[in-house]
């Protein structure tokens, strides 16, 4: 290879490398300032850190009764407000306690059953404090209509906790 050659090749190098660093460093400015609009306003908005990651919100807060099964979460980062939804199943047996529950606790709504199934209508929203972080949790289920003393016929309830990341 001739020396002319090595040298751009190097030169080509160099200049991958420094992109890849500038594009690095750029990715950390954009956290730092993310997170210090997140300082500054989002705190008191109960919107979630912008680093935060989709996970069981429950077992994060220390409030999940072992009878709630984690499905899974979901996150939408292309929505504006960035949001994300933890999901959960608890069986029909365990749905009254589980209501109960979610409502001494959080103040999540009673279930009511509306045309098609039991819920808690609109999601409830949740903070633990003026500086703490916002949950929209909300559960039902679509059924035929059974009494509270026989949701154990019901297979499942699914419950949601959701957060959100950015102002609307």
Known sequence: MST???AHLVSL???????????AAAGTQDADAALAEWEAH??????ARPDTQCQDFLLALGRKPATIEYL?????????????????RVSGASAVAVEAYLHQTFGMPMLTYACCGW?????YAWRAGPDAVGYD???GVE?????REQW???PGFEIRVGVVRRSP
Do not use: F, K
């Not at 059924?143 to 009494?147: E, G, L, S």
């Open 137 to 139: 949790i909300g559960m």
């Open 4 to 6: 002319t050659r090595a």
């Open 152 to 154: 154990a016929r019901i």
């Open 42 to 47: 989002g705190r008191g908005d109960g919107l």
């Open 119 to 123: 819920s808690t209508g609109a999601p």
């Open 13 to 23: 190098s160099l200049c991958g490398v420094l992109a890849l660093t500038g594009h």
């Open 72 to 88: 899974g979460c979901e996150q939408d980062d292309a929505s504006y407000l960035q949001p994300m939804t933890a999901r959960y």
């Open 143 to 147: 059924t035929v209509r059974y009494p």
